[in-house]
């Protein structure tokens, strides 16, 4: 089989999302065969010998390669511009994997002040365990995030926007601030996808995904995928990613290749949906702050066109009120379902304080600016009329519940 040339200069993102990495199938396959084999056989033992010993290419066991992971990794990292990526099994497992094979006893890592829950359990609860030094800082401060940084520090991880209040950082900024001091800058770019931010053209090291999310596209399948330099991803993959096995599987690829050729369309429609519906909240009385990079006030407007070729479809709000006052608008939707994940066809709405970023402490919630009464939707593929319609009577029931309440404590008051 031949491989197309991934690196044809007039090939747009749009164009990536469909034959980037594509293989061409000996039987003339128009879709890309699954591989679904956990092992590879060999002609003979010097074959296989060879292979272990990395003197022959070519595939031995699914957890250390498959043609339909190949496929993938080499799809995304034409996306986001890189040489190589590396496939996990869950978004977690692409952060552990990369964070751990650059990371050893004293070293020390700098870290957003707000990321996803698990990713702050990562680094807060797990990685202190085994004397990894971890400091985080709100990295949209300059001044901040170059002042906590150490002779020893080797990693800085961020996300941008950041999850779940949408804080907008300053990657190519923070680049340089890492570099500095030798340090790899690692993003999480979920949020945006490789469409809307190219972390790489503003310095980043490496660039990771929950692959669970845009990528995939269909709330079918959690992974997580990685991309960097060749020597950065051969290190990932030949060690952490593959000794602790956090590997994905053949189906999964095949399931998210099948949801990247829809990846441009897509985004189209989430970005346009988002817009709408942010309006839409801005105007509502119950909502105290709104917090989405489309809005002209929004510090993200700085970085429009240079990193951010567009606001993303996630919009997260305060709301008056009080943690019961948040909790009955969830439970009011009709349409709109309660579910911690985003980039699905769905739109899809949760608490973040109860639920995603449930490991933080209060005090490192309050720190993180993730108060009781934010919420956090990603805005889905639905007509827009209808989600905001569902938003509608779902505050309708909150103004409701408030006046009856004040009634009654008029009456017995």
């Not at 570099?179 to 972390?199: C, E, I, S, W």
């Not at 060749?230 to 949801?259: F, N, Q, V, Y």
């Not at 985004?267 to 988002?274: D, K, L």
């Not at 005090?363 to 600016?369: F, H, P, Q, Y």
Request: include cysteine; aromatic fraction near 6%.
């Amino acid at each position: 089989m031949r491989t197309k040339d991934n690196n044809k200069p007039q090939w747009q993102p749009a164009t990536i999302t469909i034959h980037g990495g594509k293989t061409r199938d000996e039987h003339g396959a128009l879709v890309a065969p699954l591989y679904q084999t956990a092992t590879f056989s060999f002609e003979n033992t010097a074959q296989g010998s060879a292979r272990f010993a990395g003197e022959e290419a070519g595939y031995i066991y699914s957890r250390l390669g498959n043609p339909t992971v190949t496929e993938l990794e080499q799809r995304v990292a034409a996306l986001e511009g890189y040489p190589a990526a590396a496939a996990a099994a869950t978004g977690m497992g692409a952060v552990s994997a990369s964070m751990m094979a650059f990371l050893a006893h004293g070293d020390h890592v700098l870290v957003s002040d707000a990321i996803y829950g698990c990713s702050f359990a990562l680094f807060s609860h797990l990685f202190t365990r085994f004397g990894i030094q971890v400091d985080f800082v709100d990295m949209s401060d300059l001044e901040k995030t170059a002042s906590a940084m150490r002779d020893n520090t080797k990693l800085v991880f961020l996300e941008s926007p950041v999850n779940p209040h949408l804080k907008v950082i300053d990657i190519a900024a923070v680049a340089k601030i890492a570099h500095t001091k030798g340090a790899r800058l690692v993003v999480d770019n979920t949020f945006m996808t490789p469409l809307l931010q190219q972390p790489k053209l503003q310095g980043a090291d490496l660039v990771l995904h929950s692959a669970t999310k845009y990528l995939n596209g269909h709330g079918d399948v959690v992974a997580g995928i990685v991309c960097g330099s060749e020597e950065d991803i051969e290190l990932i993959k030949l060690t952490t990613l593959k000794d602790m096995g956090a590997t994905m599987s053949p189906h999964d690829a095949w399931l998210i290749l099948r949801g990247l050729k829809t990846l441009d369309v897509r985004m189209e429609r989430h970005c346009t949906n988002a817009v709408q519906v942010a309006e839409y909240l801005r105007e509502q009385p119950l909502v105290k702050t709104i917090f989405f990079p489309g809005f002209a006030d929004h510090p993200a407007q700085q970085l429009m066109g240079t990193q951010m070729h567009g606001a993303g479809a996630v919009i997260a709000f305060e709301l008056h009120g009080d943690l019961n006052t948040a909790r009955l608008l969830l439970d009011s939707l009709q349409l709109i379902t309660i579910a911690v994940s985003l980039g699905d066809a769905e739109t899809l709405i949760q608490h973040p304080a109860s639920m995603t970023h449930s490991p933080y402490s209060p005090e490192a919630r309050a720190a993180a600016g993730i108060s009781d009464t934010l919420i956090r939707i990603s805005v889905g593929l639905e007509a827009v009329s209808d989600i905001i319609a569902d938003l509608e009577q779902a505050f309708a029931a909150c103004t409701n519940s408030n006046t009856q309440n004040n009634e009654e404590q008029v009456k017995y008051g």
